[in-house]
């Protein structure tokens, strides 16, 4: 039952994640005109898509590869590796899209870094790559000791979260700002509440919405990675059964228990 509910809530996320990137692209294209790479004001489209696209919803996806109860059996380095790749594929996307928006503002001779919003997003960026070098090194690389993973891997889940959490709120100011300037002298103002104003405000409920979802999967202690020798019920239902004509089956003395229980 936990492991259906666990997978109903990727479906879900998954379903979330894609309305995200679509909403957010067809708001571009749509209502500000569609892309482009000239410096213009289609040049900047790029910027919300491609932060939603990888600070969001990549980076969701990646901080949930050991989640998956197919993670916790077998060897952890190809986890490992998806879950930087996912990283490192959102840290691109962002990267792209903070060109995007610097080179629009250079070429109209806006000044950068100016907003609430410019601080957050690349405070959140920052603390991205920092997470991301940091987790290479450490986790990735054979070199560190268990006791410097040990004493480093609360500080990483921490920022893991923090950072999503930053992302969230950089993108519900980042649509909040783009409505106001694009608004701000049309004939139906933000305050009357235009279709470009409602769907923009529904693709921001869609983001928190992702969000609260993958903070909740990576919350739940049910969900997280087992210390090793510790099987809970979602592990042993991977474990071969006896009598399996594909599989031998190996016994051997494990310790089961639930995660809340008490040895």
Known sequence: MASGWFYLCCLVLGSLGSMCILFTAYWMQFWCGGFAWDGSTHTFNWHPVLTVAGMVVFYGAGS???????????????W???????????FSLTVVGLVAVFKFHNHN????????????????????????????????????????????????????????SLSIASVISGINEKLFFTLKNATQPYSSLP????????????????????????????????????????????QPRRGSPLLPVTYMPVTTRRPHEPW
């Open 195 to 238: 279709s470009q104003a409602v769907f923009a405000n529904s693709t921001g409920m869609l983001v928190v919405a992702f969000g609260l979802l993958v903070l909740y999967i990576l919350l739940a202690s049910s969900w997280k990675r087992p210390e090793p020798g510790i099987l809970t019920d979602r592990q042993l239902l991977l």
């Open 109 to 164: 001779h806006i000044a950068n870094l100016y907003s609430l919003h410019s601080w957050l997003g690349i405070t959140t960026v920052f603390l991205f790559a920092c997470q991301w070098f940091l987790g290479f090194a450490i986790f990735l690389l054979p070199w560190a000791s268990l006791w410097l993973r040990s004493l480093l891997k609360p500080i990483h889940v921490f920022f893991g979260a923090s950072i999503l």
């Open 64 to 78: 949930l590869v050991y989640r998956l109860p197919q993670s916790w059996l077998g060897p952890k380095l190809p």
């Open 80 to 90: 490992k590796l998806l879950h930087a790749a996912l990283h490192l594929m959102a």
